[in-house]
Nanobody, 115 residues
C-alpha cells in the first residue's frame, strides 16, 4: 500500500504563505490527490483535489483563489501551496491518494495561523 508523508507545516502569521508537501513511497502516476484539513473540534474538511483522470484541479469555496494543488510525479510528491492565510486555516492538514477503490492517507501536518 502506498505510504504518504506530509511535511511543511508550522506557524505562520495571517497573510503569510506555506507550502505543504506530500511525499509518496511509490509512483503517483495513476492516483488522484486530495488535501483535507481538520480544525480543532471540527470534522475533516476537503480542500481540493488534483484529478488523475482529467488532469483538472478542484477547490472548496473556502480556499479557492488562495490554495493551489500541484504534483511532481517524477518526485512522487504532491504539494499544497497556501497563500493569504487566515486564522481559520489553522488545523491539521492531510493528503490522500486514491486510485479506483484503493486509497492512502498521510499522518498529517499541523498548520497554525496566528499573530
Amino acid at each position: 500500500q502506498l505510504k504518504l508523508v506530509e511535511s511543511g507545516g508550522g506557524l505562520v502569521q495571517p497573510g503569510g504563505s506555506l507550502r505543504l508537501s506530500c511525499g509518496a513511497s511509490g509512483s503517483l502516476d495513476w492516483y488522484s490527490i486530495a488535501w483535507f484539513r481538520q480544525a480543532p473540534g471540527k470534522e475533516r474538511e476537503g480542500l481540493g483535489c488534483a484529478s488523475d483522470s482529467d488532469g483538472g484541479t478542484y477547490y472548496a469555496d473556502s480556499v479557492k483563489g488562495r490554495f493551489t494543488i500541484s504534483r511532481d510525479n517524477a518526485k512522487n510528491t504532491a504539494y499544497l501551496q497556501m497563500d493569504s492565510l487566515i486564522p481559520e486555516d489553522t488545523g491539521v492538514y492531510y493528503c490522500k491518494a486514491a486510485m479506483d477503490s484503493s486509497y492512502s492517507w498521510g499522518q498529517g501536518t499541523q498548520v497554525t495561523v496566528s499573530s
